[in-house]
């Protein structure tokens, strides 16, 4: 089967065929850094990952491009609070966004273009614009698109353009999703500006980029005139996406971008994300009531890209039993003994299960990245490996049988990310003492069951609950985790 993806563009699942042979040009919108990035953003650069992984699962050399928007409205408004320059005001939300990354297990883009630093490019698609009658000034300073001189505008979101009157224009950065006027492609200067170092001569006139402007050419400079995929979050298809496409193939006469793949929005408790509900979360503030990375990446998994995700609590303690679950599978299976040839009357199982798994997480993630179905994949290799691992006992399993089963969990998880983001953990919390402390008690409860004297086994492994340690009776002895 192939690769197929949900086309934003034609409203349809289509096949993914690349410009060129087994290479990718990807772009996603990045952040505005202005502040602390919320889990609902999370979600989308999690995604972006997650299809840089997965095709580069598929054998893809993939050139992947995240912008940072580090000048609008937002982020000159917060350096004017502050009384600092731009550049002072961006840069520490730049650094906490990549802390974030490292921390949700983010690999990340292979460059991150800042929008100050690409104001040639964008000027000259400005002036291309002019030329070509698709754009014009106003006197002032400021350079506008004319959305009525684009005859395919509205070709991405479906926008009714009769809701426009030729001449309206806005010029801010922030406004309805359903205001249909010419858009701010230069803007002139004013004090504020000024003030922060937001202001760039040119002959028009000293002024600032308006948002959209930004990722065409950061884009378009780095992928070139036509790339593969453009992706974000599905409150940017209108009006920023329709604005990129209006630009760019304004400048250009050339199909802008060949697949956009969009992803939904993330409910908080079946409620909308909003700081007046008192339910907007950072990651910081997740990792502060004790929520493990990987219990995040995995309520993502849990629900395809193009569905709301209805992120809850409950939600997040089930992904920490899943995500363990997984791991102590792994380590028990990394930790059987092996023999070349395992047991002579034995009949190897793990490597056509391991097969099996791997063929049935590929066809759904071919699906349009149907991550639900992947998963079921992935935790019915992890219910056949324990119930190989139970059935031997005590015997060795084969080499080729390990290793295959193995190779599948860590095929998976180069997609997934989820038993590497639950290792770290795992070994950022398990000190010595505590390792210590548990094996001992373990020692104890063995102890007290040999000498049938089980109400003293059960008050030991309460107490291990209670300083939320997992034991699991295994026939190979007891196996114990840290909880979340």
């Known amino acids: 089967m192939s690769l197929h993806f949900y086309n934003t563009l034609t409203r349809r699942r289509e096949e993914f065929v690349p410009l060129a042979d087994g290479k990718v040009g990807m772009y996603v919108c990045g952040p505005t850094i202005y502040a602390a990035p919320h889990v609902g953003n999370m979600r989308t650069f999690f995604f972006a990952d997650l299809l840089h992984r997965y095709l580069e699962f598929r054998g893809y050399e993939v050139k992947f491009v995240m912008n940072l928007t580090d000048v609008d409205d937002k982020t000159i408004d917060g350096a004017l609070k502050q009384g600092v320059s731009l550049r002072d005001y961006t840069d520490p939300y730049a650094e906490h966004l990549f802390q974030n990354f490292a921390t949700l297990g983010i690999q990340g883009a292979d460059i991150y273009p800042r929008a100050t630093d690409y104001i040639p490019q964008m000027l000259d698609i400005v002036q291309r614009l002019i030329e070509r009658g698709l754009a014009y000034e106003t006197g002032d300073g400021s350079v506008y698109y004319d959305i009525s001189e684009f005859k395919d505008y509205g070709k991405l979101s479906k926008v009714d353009l009769s809701q426009s009157r030729p001449g309206e224009r806005v010029a801010s950065d922030e406004y309805e999703k359903d205001d249909v006027r010419d858009f701010a492609l230069w803007k002139a200067a004013k004090d504020e500006d000024r003030t922060v170092g937001a202001v760039w001569e040119t002959r028009w006139g000293a002024g600032r980029p308006g948002w959209h402007i930004e990722c065409s050419a950061m884009s378009m400079a780095n992928l070139g005139e036509t790339f593969d995929i453009h992706c974000g979050g599905v409150d940017l298809t209108f009006p920023h996406h329709e604005d990129e496409i209006a630009q760019s193939e304004g400048a250009t006469g050339e199909q802008f971008v060949r697949y956009w793949l969009h992803g939904e929005f993330l409910q908080i408790d079946g409620e909308k994300m909003a700081k007046s509900g008192g339910n907007m979360f950072t990651l910081d503030d997740l990792l502060e009531r004790g929520v493990k990375p990987s219990s995040i990446r995995h309520t993502f998994l849990t629900a395809h890209y193009r569905s709301k995700l209805n992120f809850t609590w409950q939600a997040l303690d089930a992904s920490a039993e899943a995500v363990r679950r997984l791991r102590v599978t792994h380590e028990r299976l990394k930790s059987h003994p092996t023999t070349l040839h395992g047991r002579a009357d034995d009949v190897p199982r793990l490597d056509t299960a391991a097969a099996k798994a791997l063929a049935a997480f590929t066809r759904a993630m071919d699906d349009d990245l149907n991550t639900s179905v992947a998963l079921s994949a ?81 008050e030991i492994r309460d107490e291990l609950v209670s300083r939320g340690i997992v034991v699991e009776d295994t026939p190979t002895g007891a196996r114990w985790s840290i909880k979340g």
């Open 378 to 458: 992935l935790y019915d290799l992890v219910t056949e490996t324990n119930s190989r691992l139970d059935e031997l006992c005590t015997s060795t399993l084969s080499r080729a049988e390990a290793e295959a089963a193995l190779a599948a969990f860590d095929r998976i998880d180069g997609v997934f990310g989820l038993i590497s983001v639950a290792s770290r953990e795992q070994e950022g919390s398990t000190d010595a003492k505590l390792a210590e402390w548990v094996e001992s008690r373990i020692a104890d409860r063995a102890a007290a069951r040999a000498a049938r004297d089980f109400k003293m086994a059960d």
